[in-house]
């Protein structure tokens, strides 16, 4: 158990239908990133949050949004959602930004079908 | 932009083998090289190398870099079952004061008994 928890763990939706996941980092951790993993796409970074503060950007399409709470969990909002956008969703957590990223912890993921 | 690549893309061995798994990387303002091992659950983290030719040990993994190339190879020797997994290979760059880790596709590592 990393300490990093998402929920749901599973959710099955509909085209078009907007959902939400969300991440509490584990204890004392201020990063949180957003990773979303398909079977054709592998691992791809999506967001980095720092103690609220957007700080870094990958693949994220702009029909998905994040935020990072006061009390640090995160929330990642993907809307319209299409066929393609069914994938393993993952939230992980570090202590330190930039500077020196170290070893980031994983929750267990959300698996997102889009019906 | 940032490429991480990984090989082989698979790989069957027996009990006891060692294997090599390998990653080359393209990076802007390259930080460190993370590796990590995923079952069916998620990614856990194994190594992270920043300097080149300092091999990191744990138990039978090793992994190094060489910057100079731009590649890292991790090792498993007398391979066991409970090694098969996806092994990932990460790329940490800078972007001016923060960071974003790139991932290769992965190599899926089957130990046969």
């Known amino acids: 158990d990393s300490g990093v928890t998402q929920t749901p763990k599973h959710l099955i939706t509909a085209t078009g239908q907007r959902v939400t996941l969300r991440c509490s980092p584990r204890?004392?951790?201020?990063?949180v990133y957003w990773y979303q993993q398909s079977l054709d796409q592998g691992l791809q970074f999506l967001i980095q949050y720092y103690n609220g503060e957007e700080r870094a950007k990958g693949n994220i399409l702009e029909r998905f949004s994040a935020q990072q709470f006061p009390d640090l969990h995160s929330e990642l909002n993907l809307s319209s959602l299409e066929l393609g956008d069914s994938a393993l969703y993952f939230c992980a957590s570090s202590r330190i930004l930039g500077g020196a990223l170290h070893e980031q912890y994983f929750g267990p993921g959300t698996r997102l079908t889009v019906t | 932009e940032d490429k991480v690549v990984q090989s082989p893309l698979s790989l069957v061995v027996h009990e006891g083998d060692t294997v090599t798994l390998n990653c080359s990387y393209e990076?802007?303002?390259?930080?460190?090289l993370l590796w990590y091992k995923q079952e069916k659950k998620a990614p856990t983290f194994l190594f992270m190398l920043?300097?080149?030719?300092i091999e990191k040990k744990s138990g039978r993994l090793s992994s190094i870099l060489d910057k100079k190339e731009l590649f890292s190879i991790l090792n498993i020797t007398a391979t066991q079952t409970g090694d098969s997994a996806v092994y990932l290979c990460a790329v940490e760059g800078s972007t001016g004061a923060n960071s974003k880790l790139t991932f290769g596709k992965g190599i899926t590592l089957s130990v046969r008994p």
């Open positions: 920043t300097s080149s030719g």
């Open positions: 990076v802007t303002n390259f930080r460190s």
């Open positions: 204890s004392g951790d201020l990063s």
